[in-house]
């Protein structure tokens, strides 16, 4: 009733159904020729173009017949070595490349075309015994090719190609069959518990599958080197170790106490990126440490992964800093820097990178009343239109950190919860701005101008803070320039304008009542709705600012919780 042959296996480029009866009309239409093709008697690539081909040639005649259709034989190409094992790279110590060709249909002459991105060599093989012929070359380092002299010249670190074309495939048709391996590629996969350098003189590196350092021991990346991970297909994983957070995606993992010292210059940076040429985002897992690793990251681009740095139970001590500086993350799936819920203690500097994918620090918790402030600084970020997301633990005996979020462009959205003390200077964002529960919020020209696809509505929302002084900001663009909630906060020489609903709104409840807003020397005008509006318990103090060309009120008082509001010494407008 179903399928006779369903390949739901995306593991295999090819299955082998050959020599069977399938049937009176799906013969019939094998018959036709033009093979091979969609057949509705069977589900492969024809229909999935992600699954392996179900090769149904030598198809019978009839029921327990004979083969009716061209039975030939594809033939089969490999890179190899000298005793015929094949080969993923070559060393650039190596003076030969092999090549095996297989072909059951024994054909009387077999050549291939052996190429790098510099040169290409015909070669004629030699026939070992019916259906096996096997060949060399010389091959050496170099960046250009030589035509005539029967050497392959490559550059270190590419592609090396064997191109065999079949005369006669096992449906009767010419094909071209393909092999290929690196060369002067270290590869690397397993491991390490002892201190370990990858060196500039082996780059580049091909991480085959989880490259773990464990046991307190230290990786070192020397300027200069490229290390490559190679991405999964439809028909192969990308970790031939299956281990880690991602079976299918190779990891550079940093546990158990381990160190990781990739430090590059302006003139060499160190790149971790996909092999693939033309990289997605996800084709490898990313950087991830736990169990109070020690990270140094600096002058590196990390490219083409799902995370750039993934951490979890970080620990550490007061007198260590983590620096992530002078980086570019590009083409993240996720996130550029990710914490999970950790304890974490130790400073932390994340300066001067391109951080696409953003940051998502999802709670961190330091040591008991600790008596010193852990600082965490993020500044001179290119943000690439992502969002900077950080939380604390709410506890107030578990979150003593001062972040400074300072000069960072191209910033979606911010969040800043729970944290002890919070610096932003001269942030521009085109999302929102949330601050919650925030002991000591402190930001000074900031600027939040909403773009067209942020998604957000408000621009700033201050929320449960004791203590907020926002100056010289300036707000636009949102439906509401700024909401103040159960907050204590202090707006001066600021400029909201420019929000299709309200400018600032306020609002509080009566467990926050000793709560008051201030607004000075500011200009809230030309808002959609009111210029201030309050309500609940909320109380604003406006003095000394320019209340004017707002569509509503310029100040609309809707709390009856106060007997008087102080808003003397503003303008408000001509009329």
Do not use: C
């Not at 082996?202 to 490559?228: F, H, M, Q, W």
């Not at 991970?229 to 993992?253: V, Y």
């Not at 942020?454 to 900001?473: F, L, P, V």
């Amino acid at each position: 009733i179903g399928y006779e042959y369903k390949n739901e296996s995306d593991k295999w480029e090819e299955v082998d159904a050959r020599y069977n009866w399938w049937g009176e009309n799906t013969t019939t239409l094998m018959n036709a020729g033009n093979n091979p093709k969609n057949l509705d008697e069977i589900y492969d690539v024809y229909d999935n173009n992600g699954l392996g081909f179900v090769n149904y040639s030598g198809w019978l005649d009839a029921k327990d017949g004979e083969p009716s259709g061209n039975s030939g034989s594809t033939g089969e190409v490999r890179l190899v070595d000298a005793a015929g094992g094949e080969v993923l790279s070559y060393g650039v110590s190596d003076t030969e490349v092999y090549v095996e060709v297989l072909d059951g249909d024994d054909p009387s002459e077999v050549v291939v075309e052996l190429s790098s991105p510099v040169d290409m060599i015909q070669l004629v093989l030699t026939r070992v015994e019916s259906g096996v012929y096997s060949g060399s070359v010389a091959v050496e380092e170099s960046g250009e090719g030589i035509a005539g002299d029967q050497t392959l010249q490559s550059p270190r670190g590419s592609e090396l190609e064997v191109l065999y074309t079949d005369g006669s495939d096992s449906f009767g048709n010419q094909k071209e069959i393909r092999d290929q391996a690196y060369y002067g590629v270290t590869l690397v996969s397993g491991v390490y518990s002892s201190d370990r350098t990858w060196r500039k003189s082996e780059s580049p590196y091909l991480v085959t599958g989880d490259v773990e350092v464990n046991n307190g021991a230290k990786l070192t990346i020397e300027p200069g080197v490229e290390v490559r991970f190679i991405a999964p297909s439809e028909l192969a994983s990308g970790d031939d170790r299956s281990s880690g957070r991602d079976a299918n995606r190779s990891e550079l993992r940093i546990v158990a106490q381990s160190k990781l010292e990739a430090v590059g210059t302006v003139e060499e940076p160190i790149v971790l990126r996909s092999n693939n040429e033309e990289s997605s985002a996800g084709d490898w897992w990313g950087i991830y440490a736990e169990n109070n690793p020690k990270i140094r990251i600096e002058h590196s681009r990390v490219e083409g992964s799902t995370y750039g740095l993934y951490l979890r139970d970080v620990g550490g001590s007061v007198l260590d800093t983590m620096y992530i500086r002078h980086n570019e993350f590009t083409n993240i799936a996720q996130q550029a820097f990710r914490t999970e819920w950790t304890h974490w203690y130790r400073h932390v500097d994340l300066s001067d990178n391109i951080l696409v994918g953003g940051i998502l620090i999802d709670g961190w918790y330091d040591d008991y009343n600790s008596e010193n402030l852990l600082e965490v600084k993020i500044s001179g970020n290119d943000f690439k239109g992502s969002d900077m997301r950080s939380y604390a633990h709410s506890d107030d005996r578990h979150n003593d950190f001062k972040v400074l979020f300072k000069d960072n462009d191209g910033v979606r959205n911010v969040s800043v919860e729970y944290f002890e003390r919070v610096n932003s200077d001269r942030n521009t964002l085109v999302g929102r701005y949330y601050v919650g529960s925030v002991k000591d919020y402190r930001s000074r020209r900031d600027s939040l101008e909403r773009g067209v696809n942020s998604g957000e509505e408000t621009g700033w929302y201050i929320g449960d803070t004791k203590r907020a002084q926002i100056n010289q900001t300036y707000v636009k663009g949102y439906n509401m320039g700024m909401y103040l909630d159960r907050s204590t906060v202090s707006i001066d020489s600021s400029m909201i304008t420019g929000n299709s609903g309200t400018g600032i709104y306020v609002n509080s409840d009566f467990d926050n009542l000793s709560r008051t807003d201030t607004l000075r020397y500011s200009t809230v005008t030309g808002n959609g709705g009111d210029g201030i509006r309050v309500t609940g318990y909320g109380r604003m103090i406006a003095n000394y600012n320019n209340l004017y060309g707002n569509i509503g009120y310029e100040y609309k008082n809707e709390s009856d919780k106060w007997e008087e509001v102080d808003a003397r010494y503003n303008w408000w407008g001509e009329n």
